[in-house]
């Protein structure tokens, strides 16, 4: 995957304090200026995100591939979506 085409939204969309499955209808209900096709980023994309985005380096973020959340466990949403569906 091409981590550059990946839109993250601004910093003020990010939640703090969110179940996996609060942070998954979040970001599927997310309309950032009119725009909807927000996701959860992947584990790789996170990784990407840390390295190239200061804004997003040392948060605990929901990943969307990961194979098991306990439903207390309290993370940090980043919407993201791809750019080559922006609009979509």
Not at 7 to 35: H, I, Q, W
Not at 46 to 63: F, Q, S
Request: overall charge negative; hydrophobic content about 40%.
């Amino acid at each position: 995957m091409n981590y550059e085409l990946l839109e993250v939204a601004p910093e003020k969309y990010f939640m703090d304090e969110v179940t996996y499955n609060e942070a998954r209808m979040y970001c599927f209900m997310l309309s950032v200026d009119g725009e909807f096709g927000w996701r959860l980023p992947t584990y790789n994309e996170i990784e990407y995100l840390r390295i190239h985005n200061p804004v997003v380096y040392g948060l605990a973020i929901v990943a969307s591939d990961a194979l098991v959340y306990e439903q207390s466990y309290r993370l940090t949403v980043v919407p993201v979506r791809d750019t080559r569906c922006a609009g979509t």
